[in-house]
Every structure is written in structure tokens, then in C-alpha cells.
């Protein structure tokens, strides 16, 4: 069973769009990060986010948490080259006092100059 | 920058054989991940410790697959035999307190 949803799972756009990808699950999470792996690599954080309807930003990058702590979203404003790669949602699930972290199986994002 | 440490990077072994990769977690870390990763897929977790003990190896293929972290720092996930379905990347993240997972670069790992 496939707790966390990714979508959509490809995208391929141009340089300098924007574009939003989306997390999304019937669980609760105590909270969701959101990882960027490039092929052969390991994935890298970009953020957590804990509080139900909290936002962050990272320079493009716009992240939001559901309300219900069900769902996030990713935005990327004016996409660029280096954006490409596999952007994960992981979510927290509180089990026996311990975080059990449950990964989406990503969106795969290129842009293209 | 501390960084998690894995070794080998890459592993070619032949099906029925013995494998085992290392971690070596950030320092302070108590919290150990291995992870399997299959290209095009999200990491699948296989076993998570708490400092030497393990609080979560549900989906860790016992008849085949261990980990052990005898002293609480680096850790070895073995697997004996090995077959061709393991092919995979196996990645090793730590985490100081919280979800907050820093990964290693990964072992990818062909059975052939």
C-alpha cells in the first residue's frame, strides 16, 4: 500500500515556467519533508515542514503543508536547468514514540534551456 | 561538512553470494536508517535503529537480509544470498532527532 501519492510522476518543462507538484495521502503526518535526489546520488533535504497550512520558502521554491497535515505541495517559480532531478515527499508517522518515515516513490522534473 | 559516509559505492556480486555495505552516520546521530532504493522508486525503508537497537525492521527480508549496529555509531546491512530481485541502490541516512534524515551517496548493488 502506497501511502504517499506523488504527481504527477514526469514533468518536462521549459526554462522559466512554473510549475507545482503534489504529496498526498489519507494519513496524518506529525510532519513532511521534501528531498531532491540526482541520479546516483543521495537524496537531500530542502525542508520540513510540521504546523498544519504552514508555508516556507526556499529562494523559487514555495512549500505548503495541508491544513490537515494530509497533503503538501511544491512549487517551483521561473524553473531553471538546475531544478532538474527527483523531487521526494517523505511523511513522519508517529509510531511508538519513534518517526517511522514513509517516502512518495517522486516526481521526476527536467527543464529544458 | 559532516557528512554520512557509505562504502562500497558500487558492488557487483554474482546471485547466491554474500554482500555487506557500511555506514558510518553523522557524528552524534542516534537515529540510523538503511533504506533500498529501485531506479525509479521511492527509498523503501528496511530497517531503522535507535542508537544499538532496532525499532523498526518490519520490512526487512529477515531470511536473507541483516543489520546490525553493535555500538551504536557505523552500521553493516548484509545479505546472504543474494539474488538477482536485490538489485537496487541501498542508501544510509542519520538523523539527529526528529525526521530530519541526512543520506549518504548510496551503495548501488548488481547481482548477476
Known amino acids: 500500500t502506497q501511502l504517499l501519492e506523488q504527481s504527477p510522476q514526469f514533468l518536462s518543462i521549459q526554462e522559466g515556467e512554473n510549475l507545482t507538484v503534489y504529496c498526498n495521502s489519507s494519513s496524518v503526518f506529525s510532519s513532511l519533508q521534501w528531498y531532491r535526489q540526482e541520479p546516483g546520488e543521495g537524496p537531500v533535504l530542502l525542508v520540513t515542514?510540521?504546523?498544519?497550512?504552514e508555508v516556507k520558502k526556499l529562494k523559487r521554491l514555495t512549500f505548503q503543508f495541508g491544513d490537515a497535515r494530509k497533503d503538501s505541495s511544491l512549487h517551483i517559480t521561473a524553473a531553471q536547468p538546475g531544478d532538474t532531478g527527483l523531487y521526494l515527499c517523505?511523511?513522519?508517522?508517529?509510531?511508538?514514540?519513534?518517526?517511522?518515515?514513509?517516502f512518495g516513490k517522486g516526481t521526476r522534473l527536467h527543464i529544458l534551456p | 561538512e559532516a557528512e554520512v559516509a557509505q562504502s562500497p559505492r558500487y558492488k557487483i556480486t554474482e546471485k547466491s553470494q554474500a554482500v555487506a555495505f557500511w555506514c558510518d552516520p553523522i557524528?552524534?546521530?542516534?537515529?540510523l536508517y538503511w533504506y533500498r532504493q529501485i531506479l525509479g522508486q521511492g527509498p523503501e525503508l528496511l530497517v531503522q535503529?535507535?542508537?544499538?537497537?532496532?525499532?523498526?525492521d518490519s520490512q526487512l527480508p529477515k531470511d536473507r537480509f541483516s543489520a546490525e549496529r553493535l555500538k551504536g555509531v557505523d552500521s553493516t546491512l548484509k545479505i546472504q544470498p543474494a539474488e538477482l530481485g536485490d538489485s537496487a541502490m541501498y542508501l544510509c541516512?542519520?538523523?539527529?532527532?526528529?525526521?530530519?534524515?541526512?543520506f549518504g551517496q548510496g551503495t548501488r548493488l548488481t547481482v548477476v
Open positions: 517523505a511523511g513522519a508517522l508517529e509510531v511508538n514514540r519513534d518517526d517511522k518515515i514513509i
Open positions: 535503529f535507535q542508537d544499538e537497537s532496532v525499532v523498526d
Open positions: 541516512a542519520s538523523s539527529l532527532h526528529g525526521p530530519d534524515a541526512f
Open positions: 557524528s552524534g546521530h542516534a537515529t
Open positions: 515542514v510540521v504546523t498544519g497550512g
